[in-house]
């Protein structure tokens, strides 16, 4: 189901003026613009303008300018994204095109038209001036936003930068560990046999099996099984 559109607000205003010619005479000069429908009155012509419907193909974005005997009465509606100075623009301009067309059957003073004129333009200066300064300060935000990232962005880059330095010695630190732990660990039983007999020799005869584990990266059990081989062969012999 589609959503309901919010209805849009009805504004409007009053120019004096005054008819020097025939009703008629007004709306065959309105007839000429297609978009425009035309209904008029005894003493009075008026000029539809429908920009939008709403859903029900109803009238919703519309003016509506009506010639009387003694002024103009414009009416008009105000959608809800709409900005009410920029629709009031719109339809001041509408107006002034239209007077245009029945400038032969209708008098306006131009003193009126001056001043509707430059109510216009302050309206459009307050317009641009309101929508610069919400821009500026959009912009003004966003400006600090951005140099608070790119400050961000170089302190990470800088530790990032020390991480990587770290990890590169680190990792060389372990490669370095890692083949020496390689080539410890890959000893063959007869060097460390040789090793461990050295060892005793070194130390008046004795061992301590986790120092001697530790100094050579050699698991304990493996120290022992070691122990074990050479004083059956009787390479070694246990004193009591």
Known sequence: MPEA????????????????GKADDIANALRGVSFLKIAKEKTAV?????E???????????????FDKDGIDVVY???PSV???????????????????????YDTDPKLILQLLEQTVKEIEDYATNDYKQLYATYDSMRRDVEALRRNYSIMKKQVTSLSRENYDMKNENDELRVKLEGLQGMSDGVLKTKVQDWV?????????????????????RVEQI???????GFLEIVQ
């Open 52 to 66: 939008s419907r709403d859903i029900n193909k109803n009238p919703y974005t519309f003016s509506i300018i009506r």
């Open 201 to 221: 020799i070194e130390h008046g005869g004795q061992i301590i099996v986790p120092e001697f584990s530790r100094v050579f990266k050699v698991p304990e059990a």
């Open 227 to 233: 122990l074990d081989e050479l004083v059956k062969g």
């Open 83 to 105: 900005s009410p100075t920029r629709r009031r623009i719109d339809i001041i301009r509408h107006l002034l095109n239209t007077l245009t067309l029945v400038s032969g059957y």
């Open 46 to 50: 008026s000029a539809a303008n429908v």
């Open 5 to 20: 559109v919010a209805p849009p607000k009805v504004d409007g205003f009053k120019l004096e003026g005054k008819m020097s």
């Open 77 to 79: 509606t105000v959608p």
